[in-house]
């Protein structure tokens, strides 16, 4: 009886390192970025060689985890395991940012990094306060924004943004907080592009 048992032990420990008896379940992670505003929604204008820097995108930390995040009540935020952002909220907000605003004014001259100021005709910065979607789908963009000259930090106009859309709720369905989130960059960047034409215009 004692070899009997001696052998089975031998033979399951032969199969365990082949994962035969306790596999692993693996959990599948996505990944997300911000999309840009869509070019077939634009209307084609003459660029107007208007430069811009885009200096910084800042956001409160709880938005800046790997994971997303979804508002539940006033004071709860849940993260999502399995739903990430493929890079820094911040990073791609800024990225889709530029690229919107590139499409909407237009021009070829919207910098992110490295540029003098003999580059820009103005500076843009951006303190994001809430920028989520919650349980039902309610995505929500509260951020101050300001555009100064080039080369000092004169401010030539300044705002507070207060958007929401609504969207398909998250659950099970992580890919509509990219999508909610990214239709509020756009719509803040519809917002902000008049300002910045009007700050150029009348600025340095």
Not at 6 to 28: D, E, H, Q, W
Request: proline residues 6%; hydrophobic residues 40%; aromatic residues 6%.
């Amino acid at each position: 009886m004692k070899a009997s048992l001696r052998c089975l032990v031998i033979a399951l420990i032969g199969v365990l390192p082949g994962g035969c008896l306790f596999k692993a379940k693996t959990v599948s992670v996505s990944h997300f970025v911000l999309a840009p505003i869509c070019t077939n929604t634009l209307v084609s204008a003459p660029v107007d060689h208007l430069s811009l820097g885009i200096q910084y995108v800042k956001m409160p930390p709880y938005l800046l985890r790997d994971s997303m995040a979804v508002r539940n009540g006033d004071n709860q935020i849940e993260y999502l395991d399995t739903a990430r952002w493929g890079e820094r909220l911040d990073q791609s907000f800024q990225r889709a940012l530029a690229v919107n605003l590139s499409r909407l004014l237009p021009s070829d001259n919207i910098y992110l990094t490295d540029w003098s100021s003999d580059q820009i005709m103005a500076r843009v910065s951006i303190s994001v306060d809430q920028f989520d979607v919650d349980v039902r789908g309610q995505g929500t963009l509260i951020a101050e924004w300001r555009i100064r000259r080039p080369d000092s930090d004169t401010v030539l106009k300044s705002g507070t943004a207060r958007l929401s859309r609504s969207g398909p709720s998250p659950h099970g369905k992580p890919g509509t907080i990219a999508a909610t989130l990214s239709d509020l960059v756009a719509d803040f960047s519809r917002d902000l592009a008049p300002s910045i034409r009007a700050s150029v215009k009348t600025g340095p």
